[in-house]
């Protein structure tokens, strides 16, 4: 589960427990830019496999902003990045 941060609580999402309790979950998009980030900037492999698994689900059952995720991969300047892994999809 990915908890959302303060700048972007327009892209997140409630999700409510059986117990009645509420979630609070980052979009896909997010997450997929904290992936990226940490795969260019921490160099972390397996973040940059899991930006590639969340950036192929868009082909499985979730729909991506694909807009959205090329605005947020300028800002972070992780743009290149994100489109190399986009291309080889």
Do not use: H
């Amino acid at each position: 589960m990915e908890c959302p941060g303060a700048n972007y609580s327009n892209r997140v999402f409630s999700i409510e427990l059986k117990n009645g309790d509420n979630v609070y979950v980052s979009s896909i998009e997010d997450m997929i830019i904290d992936r990226l980030c940490a795969y260019v900037f921490r160099n972390s492999p397996s973040d940059g496999e899991w930006a590639k698994v969340m950036l192929a689900s868009d082909t499985i059952d979730l729909t991506i902003d694909w807009e959205y995720l090329e605005k947020r991969a300028i800002e972070e300047n992780v743009a290149e990045c994100f489109t190399q892994m986009k291309n080889s999809l």
